[in-house]
């Protein structure tokens, strides 16, 4: 499809954008709306799926036909039935009257599944039914009916992974996937971030009758670098708040982080590898940060078994545990002067550390053992603790408390990993 034609089907459509992802997506569409095809949007929410079924629509034979869009997600299992495919007179409670479904009123249009991926299994089998000979049966009845109607469908889960699970049949995934097109998140469009914010912009400021907002350069790459889980409606939503609640109509970059939602998920974050050094090995891998939260529960799990002993009483009450959940215990041989390290909260409790024990490590001896480490490919746990300990170190040169930042846990535990492990001279 030429250039010229895309750009008409934005303008006629109020699309913005240039990216190529986007100008792919939109050829797509345009190529097989002349057809009966059916067609699978695939896409992250707000991306902006629902303008592509409009645009096959309006592009189609079918375009004077009647158009529905129905969100699968949003009606209840019990009674999607018959929203879909209508009900008889009688045919559960509070059916007084009988009821023409979305795919009889459609006969001859189009309907639009979004989040395909919710529907009911029992429902999938109708569908199913509808897309292979185009016949329905109504809730409470037995009368087969005829329907000619396109269905496009849109979904921002991971289809195959539902049909792995069980939760989504393999013949209508295949039934419907017979043309995708995928919309690119906004994060994936480049520049076409600041487009939308700008004609975002102008219309807020049109509809709230206040000058545009605007943005400096640095506001711009603030702007570009946000990955916008939410896509086009978050961006929109924020150009709707900044332009009512800012004053000064011109946005810097410190200004425009006030406005932009921070991280706040206790969730670990994958470690952007490029600004770690991909190729220095001084950053920490994905696979270095799910150890991690492997060593950290083993490290909790050990500072809340060394607790229970210690508020058991006596040695013959702490034996009699370990004997009892002797699998529990197994790997943990306490004698009664360990537990006189602990004060009264024993997870929190300091280490008291000698100057000596804040000194810097032998560097060449920390890179002998990296290097031992590296060519070591076993799976072990604590060889896998000793690594990403030795990368820490090695990352902050070996300055302990900028190692123990990075890692998530005290110096204190620090310490003691260190000395099991025998890091020092």
Same mark, same amino acid.
């Given at each position: 499809m030429k250039e010229s034609e895309i750009q008409s089907i934005k303008q006629r459509f109020g699309i913005i954008g240039n990216s190529q992802l986007l100008n792919q997506a939109i050829n797509v569409a345009a190529q097989v709306a002349p057809t009966d095809m059916s067609v699978l949007i695939t896409g992250e929410s707000g991306s902006g799926k629902e303008s592509f079924s409009k645009i096959i629509h309006s592009l189609s034979k079918r375009k004077h036909g009647q158009f529905i869009a129905v969100n699968c997600g949003a009606i209840p299992e019990g009674t999607i039935d018959s929203e879909l495919f209508g009900h008889e007179k009688g045919s559960f409670t509070g059916a007084h009257e009988a009821r023409k479904g979305y795919f009889e009123v459609t006969d001859g249009g189009t309907i639009f599944l979004d989040e395909i991926g919710e529907m009911p299994m029992s429902t999938q089998a109708r569908l199913l039914r509808v897309l292979e000979n185009g016949e329905f049966i109504k809730v409470g009845s037995s009368k087969v009916q005829k329907t000619n109607v396109r269905v496009l469908a849109a979904t921002n889960v991971n289809l195959i992974t539902a049909v792995e699970n069980n939760k989504f049949r393999e013949d209508l995934y295949y039934r419907l996937?017979?043309?995708?097109?995928?919309?690119? =998140?906004? +994060?994936? +469009?480049? =520049?076409?971030i600041e487009l939308l914010f700008r004609k975002f912009a102008y219309d807020f400021g049109e509809q709230y009758h206040v000058d545009p907002i605007k943005l400096t350069e640095g506001a711009k790459e603030a702007l570009m670098r946000f990955r916008f889980p939410g896509n086009i409606r978050q961006l929109k939503n924020l150009a709707e708040q900044i332009s009512v609640l800012e004053m000064n109509r011109t946005l810097d970059e410190e200004t425009l982080k006030k406005y932009l939602p921070q991280n706040t998920s206790n969730l670990p974050a994958l470690l952007d590898r490029k600004a770690q050094g991909e190729g220095s090995g001084d950053g920490f891998t994905e696979r270095d940060i799910l150890y991690k939260i492997l060593f950290d529960m083993k490290q909790d799990m050990n500072e809340l078994k060394k607790l229970v002993l210690q508020n058991a009483g006596d040695s013959t009450d702490r034996a009699e545990i370990m004997k009892e959940h002797g699998k529990l215990f197994s790997n943990m041989e306490l004698k009664d002067e360990q537990f006189a390290d602990f004060s009264e909260d024993p997870i929190n409790s300091p280490v008291i550390l000698s100057q000596d024990d804040?000194? #810097?490590?032998?560097? #060449?001896?920390?890179? /002998?053992? &990296?290097?031992?480490?590296?060519? /070591?490919?076993?799976?072990?746990?604590?060889?896998?603790?000793?690594?990403?300990?030795? !990368? =820490?170190?090695? !990352?902050?040169?070996?300055?302990? !408390?900028? =190692? &123990?930042? #990075?890692?998530g846990i005290s110096e204190r535990t620090l310490y003691r990993k260190i000395k099991h492990y025998e890091l020092e001279d």
């Open positions: 996937n017979t043309v995708p097109i995928y919309v690119p =998140a906004l +994060r994936e +469009r480049g =520049a076409d804040y000194q #810097d490590f032998d560097t #060449d001896k920390v890179e /002998d053992i &990296a290097h031992e480490t590296e060519q /070591d490919d076993s799976l072990s746990i604590e060889k896998k603790e000793k690594e990403l300990i030795i !990368k =820490a170190l090695r !990352k902050n040169r070996n300055k302990r !408390k900028y =190692a &123990a930042q #990075d890692l």
